[in-house]
């Protein structure tokens, strides 16, 4: 039995326009536990309705950012043990050091560091393995043949908790010149002097 036929078209539509309208105030909260309280039909605040799932950051690489120009970004899912899934719950992960690579039709991360789960004993698993990442079939082979190409290469960018699944952000990327890198330096002076000047100029 469908929503619209319990509810009706009317109420249904009103519910609708309701739910949009508190999504646009920022108040996804309020939402949501009108929801659990029974005010709204759960199906109308679900997932797609309610917007994307929670995400959060469990490790970073900022030197990518720093030696690379990032081209196209991708989110992988990641192979990883029980044990492993808990360290990183805690934010016991870095990916300063990892790097990535095509292998027979699949891409994996090298240098990853997840620290032992505390009460894993026997089931943790060596830090820096190599783990697989899960990405389909096509953005693989678009990657492969990318990568062939001079000056292309893969790097992680993020680790982070999305719903209950752990992410990996990676990029197709260009290595940056030493000029560039220089360039980017001086931008990012320019820009820590005007945001000084602009706060000095706010105190008087």
Not at 137 to 143: C, P
Not at 165 to 176: F, H, Q, R, T, Y
């Amino acid at each position: 039995m469908s929503v619209r036929s319990v509810y009706g078209s009317r109420a249904v539509s009103g519910y609708l326009k309701l739910i949009k309208q508190l999504k646009n105030m920022e108040m996804v909260p309020l939402l949501r536990c009108l929801c659990k309280r029974g005010f709204f039909y759960l199906g109308l605040c679900g997932k797609d309705n309610m917007g994307k799932e929670s995400k959060k950051l469990i490790a970073n690489n900022k030197k990518a950012y720093h030696d690379y120009f990032i081209e196209e970004t991708y989110e992988a899912g990641i192979s990883l043990a029980g044990t492993e899934v808990k360290s990183m719950r805690m934010g016991k992960c870095s990916i300063k050091e990892s790097f990535l690579k095509v292998d027979n039709g699949q891409v994996y991360i090298y240098g990853m560091h997840v620290s032992p789960y505390e009460k894993g004993n026997i089931f943790n698993k060596d830090p820096p393995r190599v783990r697989k990442l899960l990405l389909h079939k096509a953005e693989i082979n678009r990657l492969n043949g990318k990568i062939a190409e001079k000056g292309y290469t893969l790097v992680p960018l993020e680790v982070y908790l999305k719903g209950s699944l752990v992410k990996v952000e990676i990029a197709l990327a260009k290595g940056k010149k030493l000029y560039d890198k220089r360039e980017d330096i001086a931008k990012k002076d320019q820009r820590r002097e005007a945001e000084r000047e602009y706060k000095i100029s706010k105190m008087y």
